[in-house]
């Protein structure tokens, strides 16, 4: 405590205040033995200052004479932990930031970017993150301080900047403070970022495995990485690494995904000569890119001149990819029986035993149409195993039921088919369908099947028209029935004799159609 009265002499003081400010004499002036800021006259307001490497808090007091006694607080203490404490709350809302962003993408590419942005803002001039090697090549991103960020991709040694190559392989690298600045290759920094004045590197760590390194750079006009800003770069590090490793993993899963559905999609149907054949296809949902229904069409040897194929339509128990799985095993086992073509029982019976004693719990509807052209007709054979039955436009508009059934597929030890025979003339076509057509619920209440009936009608409508026309009027009449409304996979299938008796061709190599 000290008293300076109204013409600014020191009046008193205590031997603590003699301890804080040795040139204290009482009776001198108090200016020279105390700071600026505490022999300013003030209005009864508490003052803060610095005295040596101290810092300190003075409340006044206004005595009767005239004087002021000040009361000095050492307040360094207490400011150093309200300085770290805002320094710790604004790096936990940093990171809190940060993971926001860097979860809100599964793009590899999108989140180095991210990173590489947020670090060279928030915690260095600089900052370039490196992926773990894809063959020779290093992928980096790197970003200074307001600038672009940049990808590159190039074959380098890692071991040639100290500590690179242990943080790719996860292990701690060597500290910052040990690190020769100037041992930072050119590849390394952004274009145009200058003198290298500073190093941390920080590996990071992914779900297992390593996921790359955190490189941060400062100019050569700051101070090097403390200590704590390498603790901080390191909690950072530890969610981008995170980040990464997510975004990494779906992107190799989507990639195996995307090269399973492609071999589990129906298939773009084969033309065989003298025949029309055209399909359909509308999944359950709308992101759902594959279901339980399938078709397939298999060229087979055929008697004499006659061309003859094997048609397979199927609905497989549920929806997803563990139902399309099945679906891919039942095409690949059907495929592999099509030496027994003409024999749809065996071929049905084989496909049964290898669906019971799997592993899964699935069964199958199924239908085969063996196709074979005899002139200007095409003869059909026909079996459905727990299937609809196929539906068969004659020219005249009369719409005929196939005379197939059977169990289904999957279920029983053995299974019970008869097998239907049909010829159609030219301008005739025989419709393959799953039930997600017929058991359509819409109309005008939204609750009522579309049902076999009004398929009938509808396909009594098509007469004559070629197959793909028949499956764009199907598919229409039954996508406006269910509207906005939920429905199961839709698929068919139309096999349709062409009208007139002349080959026309398409190109010098693909096979070409009859035409009226």
Request: proline share 4%; glycine share 8%.
């Given at each position: 405590m000290l008293v300076i009265d109204a013409e600014g002499r020191v009046t008193r003081h205590n031997t603590a205040a003699s301890a804080v400010l040795p040139d204290l004499r009482s009776g001198a002036a108090a200016a020279g033995a105390v700071p600026p800021w505490l022999a300013e006259p003030v209005d009864g307001a508490e003052v803060r200052g610095r005295i040596g490497e101290r810092l300190f808090a003075a409340h006044p007091t206004a005595l009767e004479d005239g004087s002021t006694a000040w009361w000095l607080v050492d307040d360094t203490e207490y400011r150093l932990a309200v300085d770290e404490l805002a320094v710790e709350r604004e790096r936990a809302q940093f990171l809190i930031e940060a993971s926001n962003a860097l979860l809100s993408t599964l793009n590899p590419e999108r989140c180095m970017e991210v990173a590489a942005r947020l670090a060279a803002k928030h915690l260095a001039d600089a900052a370039v993150v490196v992926a773990p090697a894809v063959g020779r090549r290093l992928p980096m991103?790197?970003?200074a301080r307001g600038g672009p960020v940049e990808r590159r991709a190039i074959a380098v040694d890692p071991e040639r900047v100290p500590g690179l190559e242990e943080a790719l392989r996860g292990f701690p690298p060597v500290p910052s403070r040990w690190i020769d600045p100037g041992s930072a290759p050119e590849w390394l920094m952004p274009k145009g970022f200058g003198g290298v004045g500073s190093v941390a590197i920080t590996p990071l760590p992914g779900h297992g495995v390593p996921a790359g390194a955190l490189v941060l750079l400062r100019t050569s006009n700051?101070?090097?990485?403390?200590?704590?800003?390498?603790?901080?770069?390191?909690?950072?590090?530890?969610?981008?690494?995170?980040?990464?490793?997510?975004?990494r993993l779906y992107a190799e899963q989507a990639s195996i995904t995307d090269v399973l559905m492609r071999?589990?999609?129906?298939?773009?149907?084969?033309?065989?000569e003298g025949v029309e054949l055209a399909s359909g296809y509308r999944p359950a949902g709308d992101s759902a890119r594959v279901g339980g229904d399938f078709y397939d069409i298999h060229l087979t040897e055929g008697a004499g001149t006659a061309t003859r194929a094997l048609v397979a339509l199927g609905d497989v128990c549920g929806?997803?990819?563990e139902a399309a799985v099945i679906t891919g095993k039942i095409r690949n086992t059907l495929h592999a029986l099509l030496p027994m073509a003409d024999d749809h029982h065996?071929?049905?019976?084989?496909?049964?035993?290898a669906l019971v004693t799997s592993d899964h719990t699935r069964f199958a509807t199924l239908v085969l149409a063996s196709i074979a052209r005899i002139g200007p007709h095409v003869c059909l054979q026909l079996t459905s195993a727990g299937h609809p039955a196929p539906l068969i436009v004659r020219r005249d508009g009369g719409v005929e039921e196939a005379q197939t059934s059977g169990s289904l597929v999957g279920v029983l030890p053995e299974v019970q088919s008869a097998t239907a025979h049909t010829t159609l003339a030219p301008g005739e076509t025989c419709l393959l369908f799953t039930d997600g057509i017929p058991e359509a619920k819409g109309g005008p209440m939204g609750d009522e099947l579309f049902g076999v009936a009004r398929l009938k009608r509808a396909?009594?409508?098509?007469?004559?028209?070629?197959?793909?026309?028949?499956?764009?009027?199907?598919?229409?009449?039954?996508?406006?029935?269910?509207?906005e409304g939920k429905h199961d996979d839709m698929a068919l299938i139309a096999i349709t004799a062409p009208r007139g008796a002349h080959l026309m061709a398409v190109d010098g190599?693909?096979?070409?159609r009859y035409t009226a």
């Open positions: 991103t790197l970003c700051h101070a090097g990485f403390s200590e704590s800003e390498e603790e901080f770069a390191a909690l950072f590090a530890a969610r981008v690494g995170a980040a990464m490793s997510a975004a071999e589990l999609l129906p298939p773009r149907l084969r033309q065989i929806k997803g990819l065996r071929m049905l019976s084989m496909l049964n035993r396909l009594g409508e098509c007469a004559g028209m070629p197959a793909e026309a028949v499956v764009e009027r199907v598919q229409m009449l039954a996508a406006q029935w269910v509207g190599t693909t096979a070409g």
